[in-house]
């Protein structure tokens, strides 16, 4: 049935593009994909860094550490603002950057690492960009539908998005909006992709300005439509509704494992230190003893449960529980914490009773 499906037409396209920008809070121009989310995120960034550009580029995770690179390999001076991942950047520590270095042009931030589960505060801290006149590139891939996104309030000038965490959909398509300040800058760029997929500009030229009557491409049409279809999601659901069940599923998470943790082997405690540091996506747990073993043993009892062991080096150590997109539901957090607590030989009773209360409390 999925094989036999009339062509996506342009109108249609457009339409979703549309739901995108409704949902990003912008009117600025929306550029839907069709790759994963770090197309676009590579596209933005060579599109408007160029040699003789100077970047912050706020690493607050692994692809913090990502945009480091592509930065360097656009030519551009790179300033790196590092924090732990337990912690969260501060405006006040990006406004000391900036303040260091006034040359800076370009500043590349992550809303929310998934990976190590803290988000930043992106209000202030793009108050403090646009104070200094920079442009904003913000991947908001873990973000989106879980907390505030206001990308023309708070002056994003690039922000990208991905289907496959809060909303619920897929991993294959992404979208990125372009405020007229990034065109201009991307625009003045000689080294700017030309004729390739990374190339915003041939989107703007070929699709956006001729007035979006016909692809440049062959759509990813499964992917289209499954994007179409979680952000029928999402309006029926009412974003606002959206947002509250991520904010619930981090809290409940959080106070079942402060319950748990003490009695566990590894006495596991959450990786983020602050809970207002911490994503609403997904909640890390520092243990001493063998995350990927944990990991392992939870997912032989129960292999449906959104638990993994943290990424590279923090393997070991990192304990990683997505609750995101369908998995943000009270069921979903207590089947986690009864798993882990029967991993790790103790009562769940604890656990479950904290993190029941702190639902109710935050929904």
Not at 16 to 31: P, Q, S
Not at 36 to 45: D, F, G, K, S, Y
Not at 102 to 108: A, N, R
């Amino acid at each position: 049935m999925l094989l036999d499906l009339p062509p996506l037409t342009a109108d249609r396209f457009a339409a979703i593009e549309d739901k995108v920008a409704a949902l990003l809070r912008t009117r600025a121009d929306v550029i839907v994909t069709q790759g994963e989310a770090l197309l676009p995120l590579e596209a933005a960034i060579k599109g408007a860094a160029h040699p003789g550009s100077t970047a912050l580029n706020v690493v607050t995770g692994p692809y913090g550490q990502t945009f480091g690179g592509w930065l360097r390999d656009a030519g551009a001076k790179v300033v790196d603002l590092a924090v732990p991942y337990e912690t969260a950047v501060s405006a006040e520590q990006v406004a000391a950057a900036l303040d260091a270095h006034p040359e800076i042009d370009f500043v590349s931030l992550v809303h929310a690492e998934a990976a190590t589960g803290n988000t930043n505060p992106v209000a202030g801290i793009a108050e403090v960009v646009r104070r200094h006149g920079a442009l904003l590139m913000l991947d908001a891939v873990a973000s989106v539908a879980a907390e505030p996104l206001l990308t023309d309030e708070w002056g994003v000038d690039l922000c990208v998005i991905g289907g496959q965490k809060a909303m619920g959909g897929p991993a294959g398509v992404s979208a990125v909006s372009v405020s007229d300040r990034a065109w201009e800058r991307i625009a003045a760029n000689p080294a700017a992709p030309r004729r390739s997929y990374l190339s915003l500009l041939d989107w703007k030229e070929r699709w956006t300005d001729a007035g979006r009557t016909q692809l440049p491409h062959a759509p990813a049409q499964l992917e289209m439509l499954a994007l179409e279809e979680c952000l029928a999601a999402i309006e029926a659901e009412t974003l606002d509704a959206v947002i509250a069940r991520h904010r619930a599923a981090a809290a409940a998470t959080r106070a079942g494992v402060l319950a748990l943790g003490p009695l566990t082997r590894g006495a596991l405690a959450p990786y983020v230190t602050r809970a207002e540091d911490a994503a609403p996506v997904a909640t890390t747990l520092r243990t001493t003893g063998n995350a990927t073993e944990l990991a392992a043993e939870i997912r032989r009892r129960a292999p449906h449960l959104p638990v993994q062991a943290g990424g590279g080096l923090l393997a070991f150590t990192m304990l990683r529980i997505n609750h995101y997109g369908p998995a943000a539901t009270p069921e979903t957090v207590l089947a986690v914490l009864e798993a882990l607590a029967e991993a790790t030989g103790v009562s769940a009773a604890p656990a479950v009773e904290a993190a029941t209360e702190a639902w109710e409390q935050a929904i």
